[in-house]
């Protein structure tokens, strides 16, 4: 299923009222991004697109965080109660239909991994265990694993610990770069510098600096157009705005395809720790339907691990 722009938009608005919200409750971009699980520098994006939108200043910097200016104050409240009279009304209806179908569970992801990883295979989840009925929350918000509005499990990016839940490694996170095979230069590059006068297509994660700075290049200046969501971002490498630099399996479609085509004849990966993860409240019962679906997900990368060997 193809997102529309009208999704995104309404995403969009979504992430900063929640980025707002966050922010002003807990006085710093910092402890917002560590709550909502996204970076500082994704929170911070949010706000100034809020601020630019309504053209207000919501915040006043305090010698230690911000705090709300009094317009962005009683804007705020009224934020919060919006956001409670949605979740009250979600939660009904979540457990109305919870109670006409016990097996549907509610996965939370990120809208690319949802678009690019986990929807073209959710036919065969279907088809296996016909039974179970998923309900796919895409958002880079953080959502509740437990109490009001929680959802079953979620499918993150980053590295463990992740406190107060439990986490099972799903698929690794090394960014590889890619671009349109019809972008202008492409086959021409064989080093890192080769690639500093190329547009660069970033997003929250700022990977190119990390990978300049792996590389033996540190503090590049690069320029290029900059997306708030991973989604956008390789939308723009399909159309050939330039390279982008994203986590390896969401890129692999797209290869597939022949969309996209790496940027380098070696391939220059941003190796990292972090990676897909599911995570959950308490341990998974291997029993029970989010265990079953858990179970899929790792026969899902165990098929298509030994298809990439098989090709290669």
Same mark, same amino acid.
């Given at each position: 299923?193809?997102?529309?722009?009208?999704?995104?938009?309404?995403?969009?608005?979504?992430?900063?009222?929640?980025?707002?919200?966050?922010?002003?409750?807990?006085?710093?971009?910092?402890?917002?991004?560590?709550?909502?699980?996204?970076?500082?520098?994704?929170?911070?994006?949010?706000? /100034?697109?809020? #601020? &630019?939108? =309504?053209?207000?200043? !919501?915040?006043?910097?305090?010698?230690?965080?911000? $705090?709300?200016?009094?317009?962005?104050?009683?804007?705020?409240?009224?934020?919060?109660?919006?956001?409670?009279?949605?979740?009250?009304?979600?939660?009904?209806?979540?457990?109305?239909?919870?109670?006409?179908?016990?097996?549907?569970?509610?996965?939370?992801?990120?809208?690319?991994?949802?678009?690019?990883?986990l929807m073209p295979r959710l036919v065969r989840?279907a088809e296996k265990h016909p039974r179970i009925?998923?309900?796919?929350?895409?958002?880079?918000?953080?959502?509740?694993?437990?109490?009001?509005?929680?959802?079953?499990?979620?499918?993150?990016?980053?590295?463990?610990?992740?406190?107060?839940?439990?986490?099972?490694?799903?698929?690794?996170?090394?960014?590889?770069?890619?671009?349109?095979?019809?972008?202008?230069?492409?086959?021409?590059? /064989?080093?890192? #510098? &080769?690639? =500093?006068?190329?547009? !660069?297509?970033?997003?929250?994660?700022?990977?190119? $600096?990390?990978?300049?700075?792996?590389?033996?290049?540190?503090?590049?200046?690069?320029?290029?157009?900059?997306?708030?969501?991973?989604?956008?971002?390789?939308?723009?490498?399909?159309?050939?705005?330039?390279?982008?630099?994203?986590?390896?399996?969401?890129?692999?479609?797209?290869?597939?395809?022949?969309?996209?085509?790496?940027?380098?004849?070696?391939?220059?990966?941003?190796?990292?720790?972090?990676?897909?993860?599911?995570?959950?409240?308490?341990?998974?019962?291997?029993?029970?339907?989010?265990?079953?679906?858990?179970?899929?997900?790792?026969?899902?990368?165990?098929?298509?691990?030994?298809?990439?060997?098989?090709?290669?």
């Amino acid at each position: 299923m193809k997102i529309t722009n009208a999704q995104r938009m309404s995403q969009a608005v979504h992430n900063q009222l929640i980025a707002f919200e966050a922010t002003a409750r807990l006085g710093s971009f910092r402890a917002a991004a560590d709550e909502l699980f996204v970076t500082q520098g994704a929170i911070a994006q949010q706000v /100034r697109a809020m #601020e &630019d939108k =309504l053209g207000i200043r !919501l915040f006043t910097r305090l010698p230690r965080g911000l $705090a709300p200016t009094p317009v962005a104050q009683e804007y705020v409240n009224r934020v919060r109660l919006a956001m409670g009279i949605i979740q009250e009304a979600t939660q009904v209806l979540l457990q109305s239909e919870v109670e006409n179908s016990p097996c549907r569970l509610t996965i939370s992801t990120t809208v690319a991994f949802a678009s690019r990883w986990l929807m073209p295979r959710l036919v065969r989840l279907a088809e296996k265990h016909p039974r179970i009925s998923i309900m796919i929350d895409a958002t880079d918000a953080r959502r509740p694993l437990k109490g009001p509005g929680s959802i079953d499990m979620a499918i993150r990016w980053g590295a463990p610990p992740f406190l107060d839940t439990t986490a099972s490694f799903l698929l690794p996170g090394q960014g590889i770069a890619v671009c349109s095979p019809a972008l202008s230069g492409h086959g021409s590059w /064989r080093r890192p #510098e &080769d690639v =500093l006068n190329v547009p !660069l297509i970033s997003d929250t994660h700022d990977n190119w $600096a990390r990978w300049f700075d792996f590389y033996g290049l540190p503090g590049a200046r690069f320029s290029g157009p900059s997306f708030s969501q991973t989604d956008l971002a390789l939308d723009a490498a399909e159309q050939g705005m330039g390279i982008a630099l994203i986590p390896e399996p969401l890129v692999s479609p797209s290869l597939k395809a022949g969309t996209l085509v790496m940027a380098f004849a070696d391939p220059y990966p941003l190796k990292t720790e972090q990676g897909f993860y599911v995570v959950t409240a308490a341990p998974i019962m291997p029993d029970s339907a989010l265990g079953t679906v858990v179970a899929w997900l790792l026969d899902e990368v165990e098929a298509s691990t030994s298809a990439e060997k098989g090709r290669r």
